[in-house]
């Protein structure tokens, strides 16, 4: 009953810097002018309250951000990758599988609007007007693109139906949602014909919500009898209830007192959970007849119950706008109340990074120096190491930022392998 599914991200690429030189008339020597290439944009995921289900999103398997352009000459930088953002319902949790197969948690988007960064943008890679100095007047190099982040993510829906139909097994919970929806899940005319949660999506006006029909409770569901508690736990993902009873059985009331007492003894804030009581089969003579006696014997009890029928239909259409009237009513509260915390809360902390690019760790593997750092590594990948000149500013750039200090207390001699990312070269420092 847990709505997944599983993607690939790939953020996109940075765009390359470029190689470039002023050429005006009247300026017969100027200066490099190459720009950068621009940032490739990042793959976002935003929880959102208009999106129910990730079965939209699960329609492709790979997503990919745009990448940056190209630097021009004229000191013109690349332009950016326009983000890409995929929204999910609220409540979705995000895990990063990794090639091993280990799994990390990365975010759970809790709330509308919440989001994280799943798969970042690669940098832009530096023109070479860049790279001059007082002695290096004229650089000919320029840096690739960083390739953007790629993440096989998947995406865990917790909170999988706005309404849950609760009731005893053959109070007609399956009719009633193939009558609301266009869900088809199995029906008869026997107890526990549904063994697991069915959903259908429901359509009022522009409003759109999703149902899920529970399988029957019975009692003592909360200690475990029967399937109870995976029932209840489907439940429990749900913000608001149809209690669905049987109105042709002998005691309705005792019937919805005894799943009410079930839903209570689990907890997990069922007690409190909003519900519409729905009495089914009022097409059947036997319950037309009792209609006026089960109205009174509820309102009694101080609830106002609806009277339907599933199979012909009668009062369904009522039922599901009230229902659309209730979610909407909730939507407005929480987005009041979401709105009340911002103003009382303090903004979160900017997270940056400390922009240290010599904050490396070395360790040394079968005869080689592995340099991790990421600012580092990015800049090794990043460089055209094909050519003299590159690999003369990368040792000159690690020896300004600490690198080839750090690498020679690790006991790394000239010559010696050094590992960076996907990059291996020998010390020339």
Same mark, same amino acid.
């Given at each position: ?20 030189? /002023? ?24 929880? *959102? ?6 079965? &939209?999103?699960?329609? +492709? ?7 940056? *352009? ?84 998947? %995406? ?51 409003? /759109? ?9 019975? &009692? ?36 919805? %007192? ?5 839903? *209570? ?31 009174? %014997? ?27 009237? +209730? ?60 050519? &003299? ?19 020679? +207390? ?20």
């Amino acid at each position: 009953m847990i709505d997944r599914v599983e993607l690939t991200l790939k953020g996109g690429d940075g765009g390359n810097g470029v190689v470039s030189f /002023r050429r005006e008339k009247f300026v017969p020597r100027g200066g490099p002018d190459g720009g950068d290439g621009g940032a490739g944009a990042d793959v976002v995921i935003t929880a *959102s309250r208009s999106v129910r289900t990730l079965k &939209e999103l699960g329609r +492709r398997r790979i997503y990919r951000a745009d990448r940056g *352009s190209h630097g021009q000459g004229s000191d013109k930088a690349g332009r950016r990758g326009k983000k890409l953002e995929l929204k999910v319902p609220v409540g979705t949790l995000i895990t990063i599988i990794g090639d091993d197969g280990e799994e990390k948690p990365l975010g759970d988007l809790t709330s509308e609007g919440r989001s994280v960064i799943a798969a970042a943008g690669g940098m832009g890679g530096w023109g070479n007007a860049r790279f001059t100095t007082s002695v290096h007047r004229a650089p000919r190099i320029a840096q690739r693109g960083q390739l953007g982040q790629e993440r096989r993510v998947r %995406l865990d829906l917790k909170l999988l139906a706005d309404v849950g139909l609760v009731g005893l097994p053959n109070a007609g919970k399956s009719t009633l949602l193939a009558a609301m929806s266009a869900a088809r899940p199995r029906v008869g005319a026997y107890p526990f014909t549904t063994l697991e949660p069915s959903l259908g999506v429901v359509d009022v006006g522009w409003q /759109r919500f999703v149902v899920a029909d529970i399988p029957g409770l019975i &009692e003592g569901a909360h200690e475990g009898a029967g399937l109870g508690l995976d029932f209840l736990r489907h439940v429990e993902r749900t913000r608001l209830l149809v209690h669905l009873i049987d109105g042709g059985n002998q005691d309705p009331w005792a019937d919805m %007192l005894a799943i009410n007492r079930e839903l *209570s003894e689990y907890g997990q804030g069922l007690q409190g959970r909003q519900q519409i009581v729905a009495l089914n089969k009022v097409d059947m003579v036997e319950v037309a007849e009792r209609r006026g006696e089960l109205e009174a %014997l509820f309102r009694k009890g101080e609830v106002e119950p609806v009277f339907i029928s599933a199979a012909g239909g009668e009062g369904v259409e009522d039922l599901v706008k009230e229902l659309a009237h +209730r979610l909407k009513e909730m939507d407005e509260a929480e987005a009041a109340l979401n709105a009340a915390k911002a103003e009382e809360e303090p903004p979160p902390p900017v997270v940056r990074p400390d922009g240290r690019p010599g904050s490396v760790t070395i360790d040394r593997q079968d005869g080689a120096y592995h340099v991790a750092g990421e600012r580092a590594v990015a800049f090794a990948e990043m460089m055209p190491l094909e050519i &003299e000149e590159g690999r003369a500013e990368l040792w000159r750039r690690f020896g300004l930022w600490g690198v080839v200090g750090a690498l020679k +207390r690790a006991g790394a001699k000239r010559g010696d392998r050094i590992v960076l990312g996907s990059v291996e070269l020998e010390l020339e420092a």
